[in-house]
């Protein structure tokens, strides 16, 4: 499903509305769209941004313009794209821009990449969860992964009301269709992750003490994934799994 931030509104009476538009699986553009009377016209223009580890390029509506950012992650650059596009539509130089990049830091546990033993990489991003950083995670995680086995260590979302068990659901579809090699459920409501039929590489846990229980589906050389509400408290996780790593590494 597509969805939109608009960043720049028309006065409606012919002015443009400028939106930076998701359309999914890792595709944003950004789109004009041209109110008149009752018609709308909605032009989304050639601005795909691209990056390479920390460098990223963003190709705004008056140039392109390359800035080094403290991630790698497609969807933070994205946050950057859309603040950078509605700072050039204000009419603000950008030429300042990278010490803007520069001044940016990110709190603990927001997708933060760790080298492991055996060509092996950890992202703690247990910092908070929500359907859409949860599926931004997971297509990270693929883009990431590089051919590595994928594993996903997920809890709940928390704080989602009466649609909380729909939500989980749609990421346990979302997983399905990522093919994502393993994924470890932790809590009840976490459960939905791991679909309606029971398969290999799904594994359920109560909590956060228990992961010793699914460590045994970890590998050398896995891409994972750690990701929860901070309510569950699985940002300790990685600092685990970064030492089963070096017992693997020294075995």
């Known amino acids: 499903m597509s969805s939109a931030s608009n960043l720049v509104p028309g006065d409606g009476n012919g002015t443009t509305d ?35 580890g920390h460098e990223w390029t963003f190709p705004l509506p008056g140039g392109e313009i390359t800035l080094t950012l403290p991630f790698t992650a497609r969807h933070m650059a994205e946050n950057t794209f859309a603040a950078l596009t509605a700072y050039e539509a204000l009419g603000l130089p950008l030429q300042s821009a990278q010490d803007g990049a520069n001044a940016i830091t990110l709190s603990r546990w927001r997708g933060e990449v760790a080298p492991l033993p ?9 910092y908070n969860a929500n359907p859409t950083s ?29 649609a909380a068990s729909r939500y989980h659901g749609e990421v346990g579809a979302l997983l399905d269709e990522l093919g994502i090699e393993v994924v470890v459920a932790v809590g009840d409501a976490a459960r939905p992750y ?18 010793d229980d699914a460590a045994e589906l970890l ?28 017992a693997w590494s020294e075995s």
């Open 194 to 211: 791991l679909g309606a039929v029971p398969a290999s590489g799904r594994s359920w846990i109560p909590d956060a003490a228990a992961f």
């Open 219 to 246: 590998q050398p050389g896995d891409a994972i994934l750690v990701k929860a509400s901070r309510a569950v408290g699985l940002e300790g996780l990685p600092s685990s799994i970064e030492k089963r790593a070096r």
């Open 118 to 126: 055996g060509h092996g990489i950890v992202v703690n991003d247990a």
């Open 134 to 162: 949860m599926r931004a995670a997971l297509v990270d995680l693929t883009a990431r992964a590089s051919g590595r086995r994928r594993v996903a260590i997920l809890g709940e979302m928390a704080e989602l009301g009466d």
């Open 18 to 52: 400028l939106f930076l538009r998701d359309l999914g699986r890792g595709t944003t553009v950004l789109v004009n769209v041209s109110m008149k009377g009752t018609q709308t016209t909605v032009e989304p223009g050639p601005f795909d941004i691209s990056g390479d």
